[in-house]
């Protein structure tokens, strides 16, 4: 790989040259990614590309398992039916780990324009470092993403809501800063009678859905799904704290439509398009559409912020949640490493990378930072404000599996199949179990906190901050 990665300023310059000999063959790039407007929008930009003799060729597949599966199973032969792809930020360490993507270290060592430093560092690490605090990195931070709250302003507005609303609950009607508010906002707007309901919310099994959202609350409440150092999920997953956390979500389905527990986004955005929900946990990915009157009837209305954090049973406050979105990484059996370099070198370039963030989230800082993305729309400044609570799955390459289970055991506490409690300790006993196959050493330690977070990751704070 070296070799060729040595001759890559020249290689670079070469494919990008104008007026390229006709008798030089046309090359074809192909990626994976799941359909939707970020893929729409990357290759609409890609057909501005100067070198006229590459063209990027999608292969996209729907949201959610086949989207990892098609990657999944060209590297599981070491194929080439794909150059590039966009993967989830937890894929990273089975993808890397399995040897199967390039290490861009030597990307950004040889070339003249890509560098580690053009990334917020957080953001680089999410989207693309194996193992986690290595310093190797083998994806791009291609479309961030996090979970954002989008809310009624009609109905917080509304004089005669906020009066009966402070009679009820002795405060203010506000956006809510913590979980325990947004319980309380969510029940006063709760009115089957009149079709509206307080809170909407992903718990489906498919893929990722119940345990993203889910995720959000555990950390929030001081939980954790495992520990890093010493691999111990019992004590931590079931924790007394994720379960709090991981209660207070399956509670919030009270507050909504019938049938929500089996939702997976697409039915979040349609029942609040249809003025269903007052307020929803919802990714910022989907905000441009939410915004977009011609598919969100009270568009006018929409408004969108931080998602609440919550006050713990050791009384911090902490506000952390899933992050979302995909690292774009190559395909270590791929041909075409230097045509596939040379075009990321031109599509992370700001002006590329401006006109991809008019309609999705971009990894360049540059144009994080301008003033012009800030203020592009009513979401742009709070998804930069929202980078910094993002937390994430397990960065394992047994991720695949952890996922299934918890996704398993997460959908049987929404059904009711299992207590909050059951179905955590049940999915740190298979995690566990599932840790050890692979060759991992539990370490356990002579006792177990009750708040996670003050161990792992302490971020608990002594009063509420607000998000700003």
């Known amino acids: 790989m070296r070799n060729s990665l040595t001759l890559l300023s020249s290689a670079s310059a070469a494919v990008l040259a104008l007026g390229m000999s006709s008798a030089q063959a046309d090359t074809e790039l192909t990626f994976v990614w799941h359909a939707g407007t970020c893929a729409d929008a990357l290759l609409e930009i890609s057909k501005d590309y100067p070198d006229t003799s590459v063209t990027i060729v999608p292969a996209l597949v729907p949201y959610g398992p086949e989207w990892h599966n098609k990657i999944a199973s060209e590297f599981a032969i070491q194929g080439d039916g794909f150059d590039f792809a966009m993967w989830d930020s937890q894929s990273t360490a089975e993808f890397a780990g399995g040897g199967h993507a390039v290490n861009l270290n030597e990307v950004f060592e040889n070339s003249a324009v890509l560098s580690a430093d053009l990334f917020p560092p957080a953001s680089l690490s999410q989207?693309?470092?194996?193992?986690?605090?290595?310093?190797?990195?083998?994806?791009?931070?291609?479309?961030?993403?996090?979970?954002?709250?989008?809310?009624?302003?009609?109905?917080?507005?509304?004089?005669?809501?906020?009066?009966?609303?402070?009679?009820?609950?002795?405060?203010?009607?506000?956006?809510?800063?913590?979980?325990?508010?947004?319980?309380?906002?969510?029940?006063?707007?709760?009115?089957?009678?009149?079709?509206?309901?307080?809170?909407?919310?992903?718990?489906?099994?498919?893929?990722?859905?119940?345990?993203?959202?889910?995720?959000?609350?555990?950390?929030?409440?001081?939980?954790?799904?495992?520990?890093?150092?010493?691999?111990?999920?019992?004590?931590y997953l079931n924790s007394p704290a994720s379960i709090e956390g991981v209660q207070a979500y399956v509670d919030m389905f009270k507050y909504g439509p019938p049938g929500a527990g089996s939702w997976g986004f697409d039915e979040v955005n349609a029942a609040f398009q249809q003025g269903q929900l007052a307020m929803a946990m919802q990714w910022f990915y989907f905000n441009g559409s939410n915004a977009?009157?011609?598919?969100?009837?009270?568009?006018?209305?929409?408004?969108?912020?931080?998602?609440?954090?919550?006050?713990?049973?050791?009384?911090?406050?902490?506000?952390?949640?899933?992050?979302?979105?995909?690292?774009?990484?190559?395909?270590?059996?791929?041909?075409?490493?230097?045509?596939?370099?040379?075009?990321?070198?031109?599509?992370?370039?700001?002006?590329?990378?401006?006109?991809?963030?008019?309609?999705?989230?971009?990894?360049?800082?540059?144009?994080?930072?301008?003033?012009?993305?800030?203020?592009?729309?009513?979401?742009?400044?709070?998804?930069?404000?929202?980078?910094?609570?993002?937390?994430?799955?397990?960065?394992?390459?047994?991720?695949?599996?952890?996922?299934?289970?918890?996704?398993?055991?997460?959908?049987?506490?929404?059904?009711?199949?299992?207590?909050?409690?059951?179905?955590?300790?049940?999915?740190?006993?298979?995690?566990?179990?599932?840790?050890?196959?692979?060759?991992?050493?539990?370490?356990r330690g002579d006792s177990t906190p009750d708040v996670p977070d003050q161990m792992i990751t302490p971020v608990g704070m002594d009063s509420v901050v607000p998000a700003n």
Not at 127 to 156: C, H, K, V, W
Not at 199 to 222: H, I, K, V
Not at 337 to 358: C, D, S, T
């Open 127 to 235: 989207y693309g470092e194996y193992p986690d605090n290595s310093g190797q990195f083998y994806g791009l931070p291609m479309n961030q993403d996090a979970y954002g709250l989008m809310y009624r302003r009609d109905l917080f507005e509304d004089p005669d809501e906020q009066a009966a609303f402070k009679e009820k609950y002795g405060r203010d009607l506000t956006v809510p800063e913590t979980y325990q508010e947004a319980m309380e906002v969510a029940e006063f707007f709760t009115r089957p009678d009149e079709g509206l309901y307080g809170w909407g919310q992903m718990g489906g099994r498919e893929y990722d859905f119940a345990t993203t959202a889910s995720n959000s609350f555990l950390w929030s409440f001081g939980g954790e799904l495992y520990n890093p150092e010493t691999f111990e999920v019992q004590g």
């Open 292 to 443: 977009d009157p011609e598919v969100n009837r009270f568009a006018d209305s929409t408004a969108f912020g931080i998602l609440p954090g919550a006050i713990g049973s050791d009384g911090k406050f902490r506000r952390q949640f899933s992050v979302g979105g995909q690292g774009m990484g190559i395909n270590k059996y791929s041909e075409k490493l230097p045509e596939l370099v040379a075009f990321m070198e031109w599509y992370f370039q700001p002006e590329q990378q401006a006109r991809y963030a008019a309609v999705c989230q971009t990894g360049l800082q540059s144009v994080l930072e301008s003033a012009d993305w800030q203020g592009l729309n009513s979401y742009n400044a709070q998804f930069s404000t929202a980078l910094q609570y993002l937390n994430d799955y397990w960065h394992l390459p047994e991720y695949p599996v952890l996922l299934d289970q918890l996704q398993e055991e997460i959908s049987n506490a929404i059904t009711g199949t299992k207590t909050v409690e059951e179905a955590l300790t049940d999915a740190a006993n298979r995690h566990e179990r599932t840790l050890q196959r692979a060759g991992y050493e539990i370490k």
